[in-house]
């Protein structure tokens, strides 16, 4: 089995963006936030689950969106299996356990985007133990025409918009929505560029460097992370990194609950860049560019009906979720693809059978196992996925 050098530890500059990029990782109290709003007191936080929510509408209203993950494997769970059964993932339980320790108090408020019943289940109880906190279920539309899904999302736009504007005493204009477009835009521009290295030079990127800038995005404010995704580029480009005999590999499953850091050393320790993956997929749903000009609510609305990645989470209203992985996978020169999803994740595991048929129908290698945040052990994984990058390796399939 191919066992790659686990990547350098990165030094100065570059080692300080990824050691504040693991504070912000490790801040399950949300300190960051707290230190955030302390600065002013109009300030209000409003903490989503994943996968996705537009963070512009928020940001017009002067609100810091805040992406709330789970407890990964740095929480015990104590309290919170008492409120969800054993035979879901384990985000819901992990986020509970968050609520009531006390380490959400820094939300103002919290939105749960319709991702599967479990967040939906979730949101529930939220407005059940912290009646005094803003809690609403997030509707994305299933019906992609601009006058009927696209006017149902607007209204949903502008409900969340017209409530922390409350919190904030802001008015979240047209104009002041644009000029959020405008700087989440640049972050968008900002994040494409850090995809397009890995898929060029991967081993200049780590895995678990790339997620946790990737995921400081879900603590900072919008221009801080700009700045440091733009930094950190610019870092990994004069690095001197150099590569080794791993595969490309793909990874898709991973959308909501996040896989621990860990697990993602492992995998390149077994010998696979990757290259593309669905990890933190809120802060890139929307692919490319969102209008800047018109009415940016039509703007936001028709960049997620016809511009957003395929998602276990998102109706798929074309049918077409194997062929864009395939030609994605072939866009990116993927050797394979691992389908890692969390234990009892319905809509992954549910889409998992149609992948793997399109995989198969054109010749493309595939693996797949689960995991949850919270895995602890790796061994098996890991020669798993060694296995699968030698196989590639030694045949060019599996």
Not at 277 to 298: I, K, S, Y
Request: charged share 25%.
């Amino acid at each position: 089995m191919t066992i790659a050098a686990p990547a350098e530890t990165a030094t100065g500059r570059l080692g300080e963006l990824i050691a504040r990029a693991e504070r912000l990782y490790e801040d399950l109290d949300f300190k960051a936030v707290a230190e955030w709003k302390s600065k002013d007191k109009t300030r209000r936080a409003i903490g989503f689950l994943p996968v996705y929510v537009p963070r512009e509408v928020i940001h017009a209203a002067g609100g810091l969106p805040v992406g709330i993950m789970g407890g990964g494997d740095q929480t015990e769970i104590v309290r919170g299996d008492s409120y969800f059964q054993s035979y879901i993932c384990h985000l819901p339980r992990s986020v509970i356990e968050l609520l009531v320790s006390g380490r959400l108090d820094a939300m103002d408020g919290f939105l749960f985007p319709s991702i599967c019943d479990v967040i939906r289940n979730l949101s529930g109880m939220f407005k059940l133990l912290k009646p005094d906190k803003y809690v609403h279920y997030f509707d994305l539309p299933q019906n992609f025409q601009r006058g009927l899904g696209g006017r149902f999302y607007g209204h949903e736009m502008r409900e969340v918009a017209t409530a922390v504007g409350r919190m904030t005493g802001i008015e979240p204009t047209d104009d002041r929505l644009r000029e959020s477009i405008r700087v989440y835009n640049l972050n968008r521009k900002a994040i494409a560029e850090l995809l397009k290295l890995r898929v060029d030079k991967p081993w200049l990127v780590p895995a678990t460097e790339y997620y946790l800038v990737l995921r400081a995005g879900y603590m900072l404010p919008v221009e801080e992370h700009t700045a440091l995704l733009n930094e950190y580029v610019q870092l990994v480009k004069d690095s001197g990194r150099r590569p080794m005999d791993n595969i490309r590999v793909m990874v898709r499953g991973a959308f909501c609950e996040q896989p621990p850091l860990a697990l993602l050393r492992t995998l390149e320790r077994a010998g696979c860049y990757l290259v593309d993956d669905d990890f933190v997929v809120g802060t890139r749903l929307v692919h490319g560019q969102v209008a800047e000009q018109g009415d940016p609510w039509d703007a936001l609305a028709d960049a997620f009906m016809h511009h957003s990645l395929p998602t276990p989470s998102v109706y798929d209203e074309r049918h077409t979720k194997g062929e864009l992985l395939v030609r994605k996978a072939r866009e990116v020169r993927a050797d394979g693809v691992l389908l890692m999803a969390p234990s009892f994740c319905d809509p992954a595991l549910l889409d998992q059978p149609m992948l793997q048929t399109a995989l198969e129908k054109a010749g493309i290698p595939f693996t797949s196992f689960k995991y949850s945040e919270d895995t602890g052990q790796f061994q098996v994984i890991r020669e798993q996925a060694g296995t699968f990058a030698d196989a590639i390796k030694l045949w060019g399939t599996v």
